[in-house]
């Protein structure tokens, strides 16, 4: 066996996503689904490891731009499509690809490298840590109401409409959106088409998606697409609306588009999932108990280049500090550097000034988007404080008044 990973062509495709499918146990994805990831992954950044032919280990990238704090989108490699053949399993051919990909991207100028990961125990030991945490609920119509909604809700005007037909709209959307908040992904040509995915196969007894779009003086300021699953016991109806996506660009438009997946009539229940930690449902809801809330990790990340990674971001407050960091797996960015910068922009650098903060890549990359804050990582015993100050100045410049979030997978 050759155990070292190589590039693959349009030709190698089919077997080489054959070997992925089998390593996954079956993907159970549509034609349609594998056809959309085929046309958006990055063909010559995907790699295969080869035993007397057969391909027994996949690696895939998709080019990305990742919003940061601050605004600016910096180039992401995502992570995608990895498996290793159950024949060939602990052997050390992730490690392989992982350390070639990377090397790759740094060659490239990849800033961060990001992905969703199958299990949350694997990718810790290449440098990543969970940037990004979603938040899923499931509400009782019966038990949990909405209160407090912002004032203009009644001014919204909602319209049913087909994915398809709103999509320009929704796009739109999605755009003022991605700008806005940290780790939301540039729309990029073709990734629209996921909001129109809906193979009847994977219904699961649903209806076909639909779309309403929320307006307010003219304007598209938010849609919902959902289906819903009308389950009749006996003579009484019920059942889960299931929302896919919900986004909107003014709290009015949000409160009056989850009002009314609250109000469809022959439903008992509303379930989103992938929601962003702070979502604002999270104020409305008249019951945040039987709102069934969860945590989930969502987004792993982990710069690729540290300085770049730093730099390329703004900070809440004005911020002067050494950190001193460790990166077995991308030792390149291990060792001093020193971060001055603040909400018009910063500059990071190596330095041979003494360590401030001491902290791994992996819980570097846990505070990068402002999911957690270096303070809590410090209590959890993961930052080291050698000057005093030094802690609370960084986790203030750190943060970000909105949560990050990543509201779809890839
Ligand atoms: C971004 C994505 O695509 S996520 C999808 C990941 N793929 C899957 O889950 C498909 C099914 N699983 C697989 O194909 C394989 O088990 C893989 C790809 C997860 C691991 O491949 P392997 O070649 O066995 O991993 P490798 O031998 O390089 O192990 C590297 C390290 O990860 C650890 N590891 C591997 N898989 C797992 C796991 N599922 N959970 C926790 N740790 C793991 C190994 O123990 C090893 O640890 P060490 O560094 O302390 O020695």
């Known amino acids: 066996m050759s155990s070292e990973p190589r590039g693959i062509t349009a030709a190698d495709w089919e ?101 969703t990961a199958a299990e949350p125990g694997i990718y810790g030991r290449f440098g990543y840590g969970v940037a990004a945490r979603s938040l899923s609920a499931e509400l009782d119509k019966r038990q949990v109401g909405l209160v407090n909604l912002p004032p203009g809700t009644d001014e ?12 320009p709209a929704c796009e739109a959307v999605y755009a003022e959106l991605a700008g806005r908040r940290p780790g939301m992904l540039e729309r990029r040509p073709g990734w ?23 307006e307010r ?24 609306v299931l929302v896919k ?37 999270t104020q409305w809801v008249s019951d945040v108990r039987r709102a069934d809330l969860t945590l989930r990790d969502r987004l792993y990340l982990r710069p690729v280049e540290l300085g770049g990674a730093l730099a390329g971001r703004r900070y809440a407050t004005e911020v002067d500090v050494v950190l001193a960091v460790t990166d077995d797996f991308c030792p390149w960015n291990s060792g001093r550097w020193r971060l001055t910068g603040g909400p018009a922009g910063a500059v990071c650098e190596r330095t041979t000034d003494p360590a401030e903060l001491t902290l791994d890549v992996r819980v570097l990359s846990t505070a990068y988007l402002g999911d957690a804050t270096l303070g809590a990582l410090a209590a959890a015993g993961l930052v080291g404080e050698e000057r005093a100050g030094a802690l609370a100045a960084a986790s203030v410049a750190f943060g970000h008044p909105l949560a990050p979030w990543l509201p779809h997978g890839f």
Do not use: N
């Not at 219904?203 to 076909?208: N, P, W």
């Open 15 to 115: 077997p080489w996503y054959q070997a992925l499918d089998w390593a996954f146990g079956g993907i159970a994805e549509s034609t349609e689904e594998r056809r959309l990831w085929r046309g958006l992954v990055a063909l010559d950044r995907c790699l295969g490891i080869y035993d007397e032919g057969q391909v027994v280990g996949t690696y895939g990238e998709f080019a990305l731009g990742l919003t940061v704090p601050g605004g600016a989108v910096l180039e992401a490699g995502g992570v995608t499509m990895v498996s290793v053949a159950g024949t060939h399993r602990r052997r050390g051919l992730l490690r392989r690809m992982m350390a070639r990909g990377l090397a790759a991207a740094r060659e490239r100028g990849d800033v961060l490298s990001v992905l």
């Open 156 to 167: 919204v005007r909602l319209r049913v409409t087909t994915p398809a037909e709103a999509l």
């Open 192 to 214: 629209e088409r996921l909001g129109l995915l809906d193979p009847p196969a994977e219904r699961g007894g649903a209806s076909e998606r639909r779309c309403v779009l929320a």
């Open 217 to 240: 003086d003219g304007r598209v300021v938010g849609y919902a697409r959902y289906a819903s699953r009308v389950e009749w016991r006996a003579t009484v109806p019920g059942g889960p």
């Open 245 to 281: 996506d919900l986004d909107a660009t003014e709290p009015a438009g949000y409160a009056a588009l989850l009002r009314y997946l609250l109000d469809l009539d022959l439903t008992d229940r509303v379930r989103l999932a992938g929601r962003p930690v702070d979502d604002p449902l």
